[in-house]
Structures are given as structure tokens and as C-alpha cells.
T-cell receptor, first 109, second 114 residues
Framework: RKEVEQDPGPFNVPEGATVAFNCTYS??????FFWYRQDCRKEPKLLMS???SGNEDGRFTAQLNRASQYISLLIRDSKLSDSATYLC??????????FGAGTTVTVRA | DAGVTQSPTHLIKTRGQQVTLRCSPK?????VSWYQQALGQGPQFIFQ???????QRGNFPDRFSGHQFPNYSSELNVNALLLGDSALYLC?????????????FGNGTRLTVT
């Protein structure tokens, strides 16, 4: 089983729509969770950390479900500029951060 | 505040050759992690360097080796290149290198092996 698994999508949504997707992880001892954003042929950039109680950053909301070992990302009021690949990141051990293969989101006008 | 810098940006090599990629971490960071990202895949962890030692290694053969210098910069070396080594190589820096420390990535080196 992969350490981190994501629905690859693509999620094609109109501007202004809400889109949400999940990521599952295999190590129940994982303590740190992040969402990164990666634009085509660019480096990943930190979007937000994911905290146990869930957290928001503007139009982005992240949730953690430890019992079912998944994290989610919800994007409200989608903008064209939100089109990207979203990478789920989980610590596999004390030092290593493991990445999912990414979920592609395309926002259309 | 300088971010993570990698060189070169692009590289074309022939099977069997050797390559060295370089990375300077973000100012104030002491830990460097290297990732390989094939097209359409997520970044795969190669190894992490902290205090000039390889602290953690992913599932990569010994052909992949690295080094960290006293100024925290790092090199990734790949020997006996294979076609399958063609990928984007990402360097990421962090502080302390603990699993709860977010990574800051450089622009990457795109390696093509022919």
C-alpha cells in the first residue's frame, strides 16, 4: 500500500464553484500533514498545514480525520488561478515527508 | 531573503554518465532533502542531509549519493545514469529537518537521460 494516496482527478469546475477532495495515508502514527500546490513544470509550494481541529486560510479549508486516516482540502469560490495540482504530504517518520501523486484541479471560466 | 536555489536548471546526459546537481538552502535553514519527480507523479524522497550526514534515505539505489557542506549547501550525485533517471530533481530545505517542518523547494533541475 502506498504511504499517501490521492484521487488524481482531474476535477473540472466552473469559476465560483466549490471543489473538495481527499487524501488517505497509511501510517497511523503520522503527526504532520500539509497541502502543497504545484503548477505545471514548477516546484511545489506550501499551501497550508493541516491541524487536528481543522483550519481555514481564506477560501481554503483543510480537515484531518485520524480515525479514517484521511485529510481533505476544500476550495470555495474557485478562481481561474486555483487551477493546479494539489499534493498531499504526510510525515512517514520523524524526518521523512511523503507526497501523494497529486489531484489536478482545473477551473474554467 | 534568498530562497532555495538549484543548479543547473536543465541537463542532458547520456546513459552510463554521471551527474552532479547542486542546491543552496533557504537562508537560515540547515536541512536539505532531495526528491525525484517523474512526469505525472508526486515527488519521491531520495534522502535527507542534516549536520553533513545522510540522516534518512528513501528507496533509491546506491547510484544515488549526496553530500552536505558546512555552509548547509548540498550536492546530489547520480552514477551510471539510466533512461529511467530522467526526471525533475527537487531540493527542499527546512529547519531541523523534523517531520513537522514544512519544506521549501527550489525550482528543480530537469534531467534528461538519452
Amino acid at each position: 500500500r502506498k504511504e499517501v494516496e490521492q484521487d488524481p482527478g482531474p476535477f473540472n469546475v466552473p469559476e465560483g464553484a466549490t471543489v473538495a477532495f481527499n487524501c488517505t495515508y497509511s501510517n497511523s502514527a503520522s503527526q504532520s500533514f500539509f497541502w502543497y500546490r504545484q503548477d505545471c513544470r514548477k516546484e511545489p509550494k506550501l499551501l497550508m498545514s493541516v491541524y487536528s481541529s481543522g483550519n481555514e486560510d481564506g477560501r481554503f479549508t483543510a480537515q484531518l480525520n485520524r480515525a479514517s486516516q484521511y485529510i481533505s482540502l476544500l476550495i470555495r469560490d474557485s478562481k481561474l488561478s486555483d487551477s493546479a495540482t494539489y499534493l498531499c504530504v504526510v510525515n512517514s517518520n520523524d524526518y521523512k515527508l511523503s507526497f501523494g501523486a497529486g489531484t489536478t484541479v482545473t477551473v474554467r471560466a | 531573503d534568498a530562497g532555495v536555489t538549484q543548479s543547473p536548471t536543465h541537463l542532458i546526459k547520456t546513459r552510463g554518465q554521471q551527474v552532479t546537481l547542486r542546491c543552496s538552502p533557504k537562508s537560515g535553514h540547515d536541512t536539505v532533502s532531495w526528491y525525484q519527480q517523474a512526469l505525472g507523479q508526486g515527488p519521491q524522497f531520495i534522502f535527507q542531509y542534516y549536520e553533513e550526514e545522510e540522516r534518512q534515505r528513501g528507496n533509491f539505489p546506491d547510484r544515488f549519493s549526496g553530500h552536505q557542506f558546512p555552509n548547509y549547501s548540498s550536492e546530489l550525485n547520480v552514477n551510471a545514469l539510466l533512461l529511467g533517471d530522467s526526471a525533475l530533481y527537487l531540493c527542499a530545505s527546512s529547519l531541523g529537518g523534523q517531520g513537522n517542518s514544512p519544506l521549501h523547494f527550489g525550482n528543480g533541475t530537469r534531467l534528461t537521460v538519452t
